[in-house]
């Protein structure tokens, strides 16, 4: 099943996305989840980000077997990061380099269960990365934690094929079993200290190469079974100052 959050003339809303359209659903959440008697043609919809997490998790130094050497790390990414398909992602030139990484999502339901899973680019600076051991401000920008296009609840993760390109350029072919540490693992590695809930996020790390955005390119973030998760890379603004001067 394949659970989208869309905008529409009635509101914002979870729903089952269909071949022409979307139905309404009752409880994104609840144990089984009903359907509506309300049905939004697609042409009348905009897909939004699938959730409005309190919680984004995603994990440090999975790319690779080489990391299966290093102890299992994550940082915490800001919940007000997230974008949905077709929203812009903001790069500032004083940025320095920005890279785009396209990785599984999970979706945690009630519980701490596993809802299902989604597409994520975890865009990162680079530069600032080698600044901040933390990677806050490498990782935390705004926009820089596009999620979508909607959640796939019957999705075998294990061996998923990852997909990431900007415009032409087109990385080499990746899958989720080329992790140093498998989606099931991460889940149950993070879920054993961090307390997770309904609709909270977890990258598990990206399991092909990275590549460079800048203004004015689109890249496109995809899992196979899923779907893709297109976004424009458009001019940002860093280091914007409140009214009072504060940083």
């Known amino acids: 099943m394949r659970i989208a959050r869309i905008e529409h003339a009635g509101g914002i809303d979870h729903a089952v996305a269909e071949a022409e359209g979307y139905r309404l659903i009752e409880d994104v959440y609840a144990d089984e989840i009903r359907c509506l008697d309300r049905w939004v043609p ?8 699938p959730v409005e997490p309190r919680t984004v998790v995603g994990m440090a130094h999975n790319t690779g077997p080489g ?11 800001p919940s007000r990061s997230v974008i949905g ?10 940025l320095g380099l920005v890279h785009a990484e396209a990785e599984v999502a999970v ?3 009630r519980a701490g269960t596993v809802l299902g899973y989604t597409v994520a680019n975890d865009v990162t600076g680079r530069d ?29 993760p294990a061996g998923a094929a990852v997909g990431l390109a900007v415009d032409d350029e087109v990385a080499p072919a990746a899958d989720t079993g080329q992790l140093a540490r498998g989606v099931a693992e991460v889940v149950a590695w993070v879920s054993g200290f961090l307390p997770l809930g309904p609709g909270d996020v977890i990258l598990t790390g990206a399991p092909g190469a990275s590549l460079e955005i800048r203004p ?25 100052r409140t009214e009072r001067g504060a940083a």
């Open 216 to 240: 004015g390119q689109q890249v496109t973030a995809s899992v196979a079974g899923i779907g893709e998760l297109v976004n424009p890379v458009v001019e940002g603004v860093h280091g914007r």
């Open 128 to 156: 600032l990365q080698a600044q901040d051991s933390l990677w806050t401000q490498a990782k935390g920008q705004r926009g820089f934690t596009p999620l979508g296009p909607w959640i796939e609840t019957d999705l075998e």
């Open 42 to 49: 697609g042409a009348e919809a905009r897909l939004l980000a």
């Open 85 to 94: 398909p077709g929203e812009p992602v903001p790069v500032a030139a004083d």
């Open 67 to 77: 990391d299966r050497l290093l102890p299992p790390q994550a940082f915490l990414k």
């Open 107 to 109: 979706v945690i339901g």
